[in-house]
């Protein structure tokens, strides 16, 4: 999203907004976004710094971090059918058929090719059901 891009792994339980909302709600608990954490490392994983929600509430810190933006997922409030400020829109078939052959690529596949990034606009997110062991996860 925007001009510093950010990526996350989440597990899918087959509603992708509710995947989208369990990791906001995490990330804010966390306290993993600007202004607490200007520049957070990405993708958090277990041991990533935690010094934990300084705002009353995500509208809080998006309002505290003004055009900025809290650089992290709580940008993306929602999961569209198409691209749209604050939204995470599903990378197509086409696309993820151009940079990956497949329609489900695997994490090991993502993390060593994330060129969808440059193509998207400030505000926007995307997100793709991960190939996986169990019932997957969203990026």
């Not at 940008?75 to 569209?80: A, H, I």
């Not at 400020?85 to 078939?93: G, I, N, T």
């Given at each position: 999203?925007?001009?510093?891009p950010?990526?996350?792994?989440?597990?899918?339980?087959?509603?992708?907004?509710?995947?989208?909302?369990?990791?906001r709600?995490r990330e804010f608990?966390?306290?993993?976004?600007?202004?607490?954490?200007?520049?957070?490392?990405?993708?958090?994983?277990p041991?990533s710094?935690?010094?934990g929600?300084?705002?009353?509430?995500?509208?809080?810190?998006?309002e505290?971090?003004?055009?900025?933006?809290?650089?992290?997922?709580?940008?993306l409030?929602?999961?569209?059918?198409?691209?749209d400020?604050?939204?995470?829109?599903?990378?197509?078939?086409d696309?993820?058929?151009?940079?990956y052959?497949?329609t489900?690529?695997?994490?090991?596949?993502?993390?060593?090719?994330?060129?969808?990034?440059?193509?998207?606009?400030r505000?926007?997110?995307i997100?793709?059901?991960?190939?996986?062991?169990?019932?997957?996860?969203v990026?």
């Amino acid at each position: 999203m925007g001009s510093s891009p950010y990526w996350y792994y989440e597990r899918y339980t087959g509603d992708v907004d509710e995947s989208l909302q369990t990791l906001r709600h995490r990330e804010f608990t966390a306290g993993r976004y600007n202004p607490v954490m200007p520049f957070p490392d990405f993708p958090p994983r277990p041991d990533s710094p935690s010094p934990g929600a300084q705002h009353a509430s995500i509208e809080e810190a998006m309002e505290d971090a003004a055009e900025d933006g809290t650089r992290s997922i709580l940008d993306l409030m929602t999961v569209g059918e198409s691209p749209d400020f604050c939204v995470a829109a599903r990378l197509s078939d086409d696309e993820l058929l151009s940079l990956y052959e497949t329609t489900r690529p695997t994490r090991e596949m993502i993390d060593s090719n994330l060129p969808f990034s440059d193509a998207m606009e400030r505000g926007q997110g995307i997100y793709i059901v991960v190939a996986g062991k169990k019932r997957g996860q969203v990026l």
